[in-house]
Nanobody, 116 residues
Framework: QVQLVESGGGLVQPGGSLRLSCAASGSIFSINTMGWHRQAPGKQRELVATISLGGISNYADSVKGRFTISRDNAKNTVYLEMNSLKPEDTAVYYC??????????WGQGTQVTVSS
């Protein structure tokens, strides 16, 4: 089992920045890929970014060039640096990790609201 605790969401003006964090505990030795998804009201949950154990990252087209995912394996933490935020980035952001055996675990979600 892996437990995930997210932090860093909030209200920000368009063009602003936020940094999300997700700390993992439990069976952390089994973690492989870490990532972020988001779900806006009335929409399906979508992939935002992922990062492999070796540091290879992948982004949704809608956030490329604005968001940066990183991880600190020593702290079992994944980060999402979000810059140039737009109102359409408003969503609940969920941390997700996948283990080497293919199990997935989700965080509880953190609200990000981009509004003036």
């Amino acid at each position: 089992q892996v437990q995930l605790v997210e932090s860093g969401g909030g209200l920000v003006q368009p063009g602003g920045s936020l940094r999300l964090s997700c700390a993992a505990s439990g069976s952390i030795f089994s973690i492989n890929t870490m990532g972020w998804h988001r779900q806006a009201p009335g929409k399906q949950r979508e992939l935002v970014a992922t990062i492999s154990l070796g540091g290879i990252s992948n982004y949704a087209d809608s956030v490329k060039g604005r968001f940066t995912i990183s991880r600190d394996n020593a702290k079992n933490t994944v980060y999402l640096e979000m810059n140039s935020l737009k109102p359409e980035d408003t969503a609940v952001y969920y941390c997700k990790v996948m283990t080497r055996k293919g199990y997935s675990y989700w965080g509880q979600g953190t609200q990000v609201t981009v509004s003036s």
